[in-house]
């Protein structure tokens, strides 16, 4: 009954390494009454190496036509807004600090960006869903998920030992805010792989 949920909650969460320099992460719950959970990550990648250097300069790739946009409280309206001619387009790579600074409501709402992208594909399973490359270190993250959603946070907030933008996420799960917005209702089992490689791709 802790926090009004019903019932009692076992959570499992596997982290592997792998062979191909993957890290995967697979969640498992189960419940003894019906409630609700969306479970993720908030992993921090600074793929330079070093975090005294920001993300800005890393390029992105967000596999998603769609975000979901945010009131004051950073609570999702309910609405979904094509990212076409806006800052939130990262159908193809280009670097996280290009459009960060952009005179945009939903940028100044979050300090940077703080949203969830609606995934394409969401009934496909296990795909890649979004690629991080940072040119210098030539490293290349590729992350994959079956869940229809992934918040993007550009370390907005960060202080302290990290300093603002000096990290980022991008924590797949399913849309926030799901049990009060009727069309977020997906039904969803919750599996992410994270690979880290070098990559000599050019941007």
Same mark, same amino acid.
């Given at each position: ?5 019903? +019932?009692?909650?076992? !959570? ?7 062979? &191909?320099?993957?890290?995967? #992460? *697979?969640?498992?719950?189960?419940? &003894?009454?019906?409630?609700? =959970? ?8 600074? $793929? ?5 250097? &920001? =993300? $800005? ?9 769609? #975000?979901? @946009?945010?009131? %004051?409280?950073? =609570?999702?309206? +309910?609405?979904?807004?094509? /990212?076409?001619? !806006? @800052? ?16 945009? %409501?939903? $940028? %100044? ?9 609606? $995934?394409?594909?969401? &009934?496909?399973? *296990? ?8 040119? %210098?270190? +030539? ?9 229809? +959603? *992934? ?24 849309? @926030? ?14 599996? /992410? ?11």
């Amino acid at each position: 009954m802790e926090e009004g949920f019903p +019932g009692n909650l076992l !959570t499992k969460v596997s982290y592997s390494l792998t062979s &191909d320099n993957s890290l995967e #992460i *697979v969640y498992e719950a189960k419940t &003894d009454k019906k409630t609700i =959970i969306n479970l993720t990550n908030h992993a921090y990648f600074n $793929l330079s190496g070093s975090f005294s250097n &920001d =993300i $800005l300069d890393h390029h992105l790739q967000i596999n998603a036509n769609k #975000i979901l @946009p945010v009131n %004051k409280f950073l =609570i999702p309206t +309910g609405e979904m807004d094509l /990212v076409e001619n !806006t @800052p939130f387009d990262f159908r193809t790579f280009k670097p996280i600090g290009k459009d960060i600074y952009a005179d945009n %409501k939903q $940028l %100044k709402l979050g300090l940077g960006y703080d949203h969830c992208w609606c $995934l394409n594909y969401p &009934d496909k399973g *296990v795909r890649k869903i979004a690629s991080a490359y940072h040119k %210098k270190s +030539g490293r290349l993250l590729e992350v994959f998920s079956d869940q229809p +959603g *992934v918040q993007f946070y550009s370390g907005n907030h960060l202080n302290g030992d990290y300093q603002k933008r000096t990290g980022f996420c991008l924590e797949t799960q399913h849309y @926030p805010d799901s049990p009060n917005q009727k069309n977020f209702l997906l039904l969803f089992y919750v599996q /992410v792989r994270f690979i880290l490689q070098k990559h000599p791709t050019n941007f």
